[in-house]
């Protein structure tokens, strides 16, 4: 193949379908059940028994679930929620969804999460929180055990972002524990988008160790709406009441067929991610003029990005990114810190220069193509690329 691809041949992420995951949806589509049924309940106890999770709520995306976790936390009006600036949007507007506001904690430059001591320092300076957001990002778990401990300390909530983390796990104590396991939470989030390490088409689910929380969340998916026990007895099967103002957040049996599906071959997508970021990090780790993820190891990650960094800054950034493009690799930046947006910048006036950490991050980052489908040679094409693009560099010529 080389290092010529045809245009819009390679994406930064793809879902991995198969004759299985057809199967699984013909025949859910062919049985009674559409909308939320028994698979549903099967995808929710699959993902209890792979984190070890006491309840899961699967829910229309991963959006909905962070909504739906906050509003099970009674976030409202005058109380802050804090998340990581690297992340997409959804991690801070669900906070504003609920009436709070949400502000921002700098990530560690080594982990690209948020920073647990960049959050003491917030917690000492300003008070506790409602709930704290860490996100597990391009599926490096956040420093749980340390954000929980503070939790325990200043009494907020947490709320784990595993959005990137579905596979993922992370070691304290001499434990090994899976990311949405909730062992370090409240709660915790998965996204099944098509570009996650699992698909239901579009999908998420909150996770929890809390059967109050998790039965509130399956009432606030489905409009608030709840059926009395007492009508159960006397008959009344139709009967329904709602006591909370709720939401149209469910999953269809479809997608959970899909979903369950794809969750028996995990195992086998995270295998592949894991080579394909061991050939990344085989190919660059000689090069000066880069910065690998975490590193270029990191541990028990089920890898949902590679975000590489270009350290000469923005417009190399932005020069690697068309230089690629112009070979059908198409790249992403993950993330612009969410702060910058209008919305957080007009609303609160926060300003550049809050969280010094993301903004560098942010201004060389460049997630490369990762995904279980891509085969060696597409992988060697975008080394062959990108180290084109460096030499080039280095000559004056990219």
Known sequence: MGDRMDKYFLPYGRQSIDPSDIRAVVRTLESPFLTTGPKVEAFEAELCRLTGAAHAVACANGTAALHLACMALGVGPGDVGLTSPNSFLASANCIEYCGGRADFIDIDPASLCLCPGALADYCRGNGPPKVVIPVDFAGTAADLSAIYRLAGEYGFHVIEDAAHALGSQYEFGGKTYACGSCAHSDLAVFSFHPVKNITTGEGGAVMTN?????????????????????????????????????????????????????????????????????????????????????GGTVAHACPHLYPLQFPGGPEVRKAAYHFLKQAGIFTQVHYIPIYFQPYYAGKYHYHKGKCPNAEAYYSQCLSLPLFPDMVDDQVQAVVNRVKAFLDGLGRGSA
């Open 210 to 294: 809390d059967a109050d929380l998790a039965q509130r969340m399956r009432s606030l998916r489905h409009h608030g709406m709840e059926r009395p026990e007492a009508a159960k007895d006397q008959g009344e099967d139709w009967y329904y009441e709602m006591s909370d103002m709720g939401f149209n957040y469910r999953i269809t049996d479809f997608q959970c067929a899909l979903g369950h599906s794809q969750l028996a071959r995990l195992d086998r997508f995270k295998a592949r991610r894991r080579e394909i970021v061991g050939l990344y990090n085989r190919a660059f780790r000689d090069r000066a003029d880069l910065i690998l993820p975490g």
